[in-house]
């Protein structure tokens, strides 16, 4: 039998894509949570190059970046798919969660996070980002299409953990007004039933995230 452990953080949307990919294809596997403040000799012995979560290692070797381990996951083990099975199609699904990495990710943390001239340049790049993404998902359930896919799991921060930090910070860039089609993505994502058992609790995220507001860090 094969050997799974994840390295992880609780609060992690990166650490949750891993998660979920696994709990979709039915692989066992050990959690051991991470403390990132103080990370522990074997997570450093298995990740001594970025030092960060999630990683996955299975028989003794480790796997880096989430993305990469996603792609891992698919090619390793039976179940449903999370790559697109026709090439056209994958490379489309590999374009678009880099776009939402590249594009999507720091505008909007920063846009919550930062103040003044940096929140406001990083409110019109996420916007832009944001306005492009509008248009993709336009007449789909998911990005995937009526399954949840690679898009999907990428952009799971913009449909749960994103809404939460803005009513925290009390600053919202992604509303239902300006883009009612990511709003009605993230309701159905977040409602999936899947999806909805392996996300964290909600009070949780968000009591954690206040404590981050309040101390300039999520650590």
Request: hydrophobic share 40%.
């Amino acid at each position: 039998m094969s050997e799974v452990k994840l390295f992880g953080a609780w609060f992690s949307p990166y650490v949750k894509r891993v998660e979920m990919a696994l709990n979709l294809k039915g692989v066992e596997y050990e959690y051991i949570e991470e403390d990132l403040k103080n990370k522990s000799p074997l997570f450093l012995q298995y990740n001594p190059i970025t030092k960060l979560v999630p990683v996955l290692v299975h028989n003794g070797k480790p796997i880096f970046e989430s993305t990469v381990i996603l792609e891992y996951i698919d090619e390793t083990w039976e179940g449903p798919s999370i790559f697109p099975k026709d090439p056209y199609d994958r490379a489309m699904s590999r374009f678009w969660a880099k776009f939402v990495e590249d594009k999507c990710s720091d505008p909007l943390w920063k846009a919550c996070w930062a103040a003044g001239e940096e929140r406001e340049k990083a409110k019109k790049e996420a916007e832009e980002a944001l306005k492009i993404l509008e248009n993709e998902i336009k007449g789909k359930k998911f990005f995937g299409g009526d399954n949840i896919g690679l898009v999907d799991y990428v952009a799971n921060y913009i449909a749960f953990w994103i809404p939460l930090l803005q009513d925290v910070v009390g600053f919202h860039i992604l509303t239902q007004d300006k883009f009612p089609n990511i709003w009605k993505w993230c309701y159905e994502l977040c409602n999936d039933s899947f999806v909805k058992k392996n996300l964290p609790e909600k009070e949780k995220v968000s009591s954690g995230l206040k404590r981050a507001v309040e101390t300039g860090s999520l650590y």
